[in-house]
Structures are given as C-alpha cells and as structure tokens.
C-alpha cells in the first residue's frame, strides 16, 4: 500500500497500485450531468487524469483552474479531474469557476476509479475521499507519468505533468 501525508501525518492509499508502465485501467466515473465518463484504457488521444479529494477546498479549485486553463493549449489530449464530490457539487464548481477545458468526474457510486488506480485515501479525517494524484496516460493507454503529491495539502507538480504530456 501506499503512502502519503495529510498536514504531516501518515496517510495510507488503498486499492491497486498504477505504476508509469502500467497498462491505465479504464474505469467509469459519473459526469456533471450523471452521464458515464471513461477514463484511462486505450482512447486514441492522450490522457491527463487530475485526482483530487474535493473541488470545494482552495488547493483543490486553484488546481482546477491551473489545468482548464493549461487543457486548452494541449492538443490531442483530454483533461478529466476525478474526485468524491457529488455531480451536483461539480456542475455548480464548474459554472461559477468558468471550467470549460476539461471534464469533472464523480466516484462517489463504486469508488471504482479510486481502487483501481490506488488512490483510496484509507484512514484519517479524509478516508473514503481520494488524495491528491496525477496521472498521463499516453494514447495506446499505458501510463507516462504518475505523482502522488506527498502532502494532500499542497499543489502537484504541474509542470512535470504538463511536460509529460508533449
């Protein structure tokens, strides 16, 4: 299992581990709308898959809007930020913050995308929620580039991201 850390404590990940190399699972979280997104697998186009615990806290949105805004300059490539918050919640994140770049994901119904990826935050104040992760998934569908931000309080690393998404 892996780890990460919440304001300086240990914080356990739960779920299958995906490693750069790995073939990305393809999962199905639920749409702003309630309609099916598939994320990860092998679609064609590159992949940046954003975890997040929540759109409703600062480090979170600020990271939002960090990646709608970079999404647009990216060609060939989709931008699907997953997290537990219900579809409601993310719709009305979206339409207030402008989020036009890329799409929002809920895993609230099985939390499949989050077992399946490792990322099931699995003790603490936050358990039941997902870290922080990002995940580049190239188009035949095996992941290029993997971070598990180290403290869930603090913003990724965008520009790696972002490089290994070129």
């Given amino acids: 299992m892996s780890k990460t ?8 990940l739960s779920g ?34 954003v975890v997040v615990p929540s759109l409703d806290t600062p480090v979170c949105a600020a990271e939002t809007r ?24 993310m719709g009305r994140f979206c339409t207030t913050e402008g989020i036009e770049n890329l799409s929002v994901g809920s895993d609230f119904r099985n939390k499949d995308f989050a077992n399946a990826y490792g990322v099931l935050v699995a003790d ?6 997902t ?19 180290p403290e869930i309080t603090e913003e990724p690393d965008y520009q790696s991201a972002l490089n290994a998404i070129k």
């Fill in 124 to 129: 603490g104040p936050l358990a039941g929620v």
């Fill in 66 to 89: 960090k990646f709608n805004e970079e999404a647009a300059k990216i060609d060939n490539a989709s931008v699907t930020v997953v997290s537990m918050d219900l579809p409601f919640a």
């Fill in 16 to 49: 299958n581990e995906v490693n750069v190399g790995d073939k990305a699972p393809a999962t199905v979280v639920v749409g702003k709308d309630l309609g099916e997104i598939t994320v990860g697998g092998a679609t064609g186009k590159k992949q940046i898959i």
């Fill in 131 to 149: 870290c922080r992760a990002i995940f580049v998934v190239g188009e035949d569908g095996v992941v290029t580039y993997k971070e598990i931000v």
């Fill in 5 to 12: 850390h919440l304001k300086g404590n240990d914080v356990t």
